[in-house]
């Protein structure tokens, strides 16, 4: 976290992956996310993993830093209080409030009244940003998005034409999308401060996938080649790179994108007689890129029985230093209890304590700014934490005004009272 | 593209993914975006997929909308030219130029004089953003960070401990830094434009994989449950979905995030009895998310019978309008050449004529802003296009020292002279 955007003030609401990623992002520049939820919580409050007790750690893990307000956006009071926050002046800036409020993050079905005209008609320069599924207005997430992405069918075993698609685990179309919003936000509340212009943003999630198979090359593959490319497995598609088993089990990647890493891998295994060798046998100049493609079964074969000859620490001892271009695979449990990166030895995580989950460490933004120290890494909120404190400093509600809110079952704080 | 940030210039040293995405995502908001190269192309000049005349679709997809600058950046006059192109007053601003120069990114190894300090030196409030491998300065690509996240070993066959780990195909990583170097850039950008300060902004893309892996929950499972997500192939872990095949060998994904999708799911397929006896048989209560994750595979025997007797179409038909969150499998070749959203059908995209190369769709920004017009999307330039023309407008360099520059081999045009 740092302090870089303290002056805004984002109202989210928001579901899942792409929007709350997208709003922490800004939480963690320092600007004031409220994320507005309905009483008992959104379709994500519980997604998993969740704790034995049902705390959800991913809700938890996207929703740092910001400020929950639970409200009964099913009636008209409660959607009322929501505008007034979204349009209500940002924070700092004197007695009257900042420039830097209404602002609005959704990736949520518009509620009655939120739609761009009708925020607009409340705060004239208004900046909301709405992620959707496909730009026609039907539903499309990052299952279907990346099923129709071209990349679950060259994913996993290769030569198996036909064979089953494999999804990505990694929600990576959302996470895009998210991070899309966040460069969209800042671009738009640049254009409001510099012309007093608010507007409307609009992304599609099949957009986002639809450009970055074409910013990737295999749009035009298609168009230009008439061909895709095939499915090999963990092969580096045009280079070589695969992975392989070490004498003890585990498994590492191995890879030559430079001409420099290719040499660095044949004198770090003493095999680069027997790869000249490769080459000469496949008639592959292994100096190119596409030369080690070609012959990359050859040299597999040779660093295979190499790695299978060898623990994980004399591969590790053997390439440290070398520049060759490697690393070990590891699975969640190993990345968290065995890699120090994982851990507050990096500057990225601080032990936060996570009410109602305990004490574990949280990773920041992952951007250093010279001019913008890191700050503590903020835990996310208790469901309805903020919503008097909200009512009252957003809104200047009196404190009498705010329990009969709460006796209507209009707001909500952290017991759902 | 658009013309938001239409006054800024950003100058690029890099390859492969990152850096150029995020500076073409920069260019694609209207940015004038320099990228200098070396005479020659650098690293990932040829990169597949590529023309059968060798042209580079790859980086065709991530540098449109650029310039183009080929300098000889091992000789100490060409990066001295380099540095005065970075260090040089922003597009528009009137006679001496704008303020929105002295902003560069880069994904390489820092050249000489190219460290924040010497940059500085030159404009005090240059904004450097640079992506590293891991943070202590090794070197780490997407594939090595994605080998180490615990993903590949979650990702493909089910039930299959210690079996083979399956990478991703699409670079996520790469793309979520060069994202985040995207919204780091207008944030200090919007930092130096109130505060007049520049700084140096440094992310690792290994942070970038550990933010991601603590922001979804996976940290916390590990620390707090003391365990990790398995491998579930295409299951949603914690929800339901899975992919099916139809009677004619297409492949679906089917999802019932919510409640309502779960109900329409049992209208649209005429399940709902049968699918109420799954949940009764699996103890399971088919409302939550968490019991149809348990009950997944008796909703999955009953969705693989109902999917196996009907085609594609026959399945498209009876979800139409139902609220059912689906979608079918496509590759590459299906998406380009079926998909309208993968088309000029789409205004994303725009057929553009890439120099090289020919005529193909190309996405622009998938974003739409109501206050910022579309834009013609750009093609990539030739290596080297505005080499004259950026030393001539930037530098103010006369012709004469300008080709006296191209004889010495310190600068050169299209055709590598």
């Known amino acids: 976290m740092n302090r870089l955007l303290a002056d805004l003030r984002i109202v989210e609401f928001s579901a899942f992956v792409a929007a709350p990623l997208g709003g922490m992002t800004m939480a963690q520049f320092g600007a004031e996310v409220i994320r507005i939820d309905p009483i008992g919580g959104a379709i994500d409050y519980n997604r998993w993993p969740v704790t034995d007790a049902g705390a959800s750690l991913y809700w938890a ?120 919003l966040a460069t969209a936000l800042l671009a738009a509340e640049r254009h409001r401060s510099r012309t007093g212009q608010g507007q409307e943003v609009v992304a599609a999630l099949s957009d986002v996938m639809l450009a970055m198979v074409g910013h990737l090359g295999y749009v035009g593959d298609v168009h230009i080649n008439g061909r895709a ?67 990359r079964d050859a040299i597999a074969a040779l660093l295979a029985r190499w790695c299978a000859g060898r623990t994980l620490p004399e591969i590790g001892a053997a390439f440290k230093g070398t520049g060759v271009l490697w690393g070990p695979f590891q699975d969640f449990v190993g990345l968290v209890r065995d890699d120090p990166r994982c851990s507050p030895a990096n500057p990225l995580f601080a032990e936060v304590e996570q009410p109602g989950i305990g004490r574990y460490p949280m990773p920041g933004l992952p951007l250093d700014f010279g001019a913008a120290p890191r700050q503590p890494t903020r835990p996310a909120p208790r469901l309805g934490e903020h919503t008097d404190e909200v009512l009252a400093q957003v809104l200047g509600l009196p404190a009498a005004e705010i329990g009969r809110l709460h006796d209507l079952g209009i707001a909500a704080g952290p017991e759902g009272r």
Chains 1, 2 share one sequence.
Request: overall charge neutral; some cysteine.
């Open 61 to 180: 893990g996207l929703n740092k830093a910001k400020r929950s307000v639970a409200l009964a956006l099913d009636k008209p009071e409660g959607r009322e209080l929501a505008r007034a926050i979204a349009a209500a002046s940002g924070p700092g800036g004197g007695p009257g409030g900042g420039p830097g409020g209404g602002i609005v993050l959704t990736n949520l079905p518009p509620l009655p009244g939120f739609d761009y005209a009708s925020l607009k008609a409340v705060r004239d320069d208004i900046i909301l940003l709405r992620l959707i599924g496909n730009r026609d207005g039907t539903a499309a997430v990052d299952y279907t998005v990346n099923a129709a992405s071209g990349f679950p069918l060259v994913t996993g075993a290769s030569g198996t034409a036909g064979s089953a698609p494999v999804n990505h685990v990694l929600p990576a179309w959302d996470i895009a999308a998210g991070l899309y």
């Open 229 to 295: 490319r095939p499915a090999i497995g963990n092969d580096l598609y045009g280079s070589f790179g695969r992975d392989f088993v070490c004498a003890d089990g585990h498994r590492v990647m191995i890879i030559a994108l430079t001409p420099r890493q290719w040499r660095a891998l044949g004198r770090a295994t003493g095999l680069a007689d027997k790869l000249a060798m490769a080459g000469a046998m496949m008639e592959a100049d292994l100096e190119t890129e596409a030369g080690r493609f070609e012959a």
